[in-house]
């Protein structure tokens, strides 16, 4: 019973297809518990951002079942208020930013908080502030993205997505867009939400910082995950020829 308690997101045959010729999922099953961080690796076009919107319904899934929290969305016949119901239990940092240009940093972590949650704007502004704090951008809270750096921007993006208090964070390489040297700053505050046991689902193609934050690291091939293991499994001492293959191909970029 206590394990059960513990599991946060349930994925069961879980299947996207873009058309006949295109099947992106095949058949995913996993389970992720509570406090769990879990880094996805694999080469591009493998399904691995596409897994990551099914989970919110960003893209809708071909079939399969996803349940996170106390609710579940069944593909095959499932109504729109189960989506906004599934919606509120994630929330997604995407890899371009997404910020709204017209609105300030702080503007951009309120408006989840006021229009979706309908929030007072003084209640809205305070938690707000909090959060840009907690990502080390309250000096710039009264700057438009257009005065921020790639690496501000996305760090806005994250107090963004902890604002609506979401049970699991989701990350579709959130380091893709940026500069080498911006990078950092925005894994160390991916690091520091890890280490105070935010639930997170982090697509990257940063190996060594999924080794240094993750739990357990899935990879994926061909539309399916072809390991789910520890760090020191799956990256240190991978048994599967393609993973070690993929490695050595990612270490020699």
Do not use: W
């Not at 229009?115 to 080390?136: S, T, W």
């Not at 609506?164 to 939400?193: M, Q, R, W, Y």
């Amino acid at each position: 019973m206590m394990e059960k308690e513990k599991q946060l997101v349930k994925i069961e045959h879980l299947y996207k297809e873009f058309d006949s010729d295109t099947k992106v999922l095949k058949d995913i099953n996993l389970t992720i518990n509570k406090n769990e961080v879990i880094a996805i690796l694999g080469p591009s076009g493998t399904g691995k951002s596409t897994l990551l919107r099914c989970l919110n319904y960003l893209t809708e899934p071909t079939s399969g079942v996803i349940s996170i929290s106390d609710v579940t969305v069944d593909a095959a016949h499932h109504t729109k208020k189960e989506i906004l119901e599934l919606r509120k239990h994630s929330s997604m940092v995407f890899q371009s930013y997404n910020l709204f240009k017209n609105k300030t940093a702080l503007e951009n972590v309120m408006e989840a908080l006021t229009q979706v949650q309908k929030k007072p704007k003084a209640e809205a502004e305070k938690i707000a502030l909090e959060l840009l704090g907690k990502v080390g951008m309250l000096e710039r809270k009264d700057f438009y993205p257009s005065k921020l750096s790639g690496g501000q921007q996305q760090r806005v993006g994250i107090a963004r997505a902890l604002a609506v208090n979401p049970n699991v964070l989701l990350f579709d390489e959130p380091t893709s867009a940026l500069d080498p040297e911006l990078v950092g700053e925005v894994l160390n505050t991916i690091k520091k939400l890890a280490e105070e046991g935010t639930t997170m689902i982090l697509v990257t193609h940063e190996v060594g910082f999924a080794r240094e934050v993750a739990t357990r690291v899935l990879f994926m091939d061909g539309g399916q995950i072809a390991a789910d293991g520890t760090p020191e499994k799956i990256i240190d001492h991978p048994e599967n020829p393609r993973i070690r293959q993929f490695l050595n191909f990612v270490n020699r970029k």
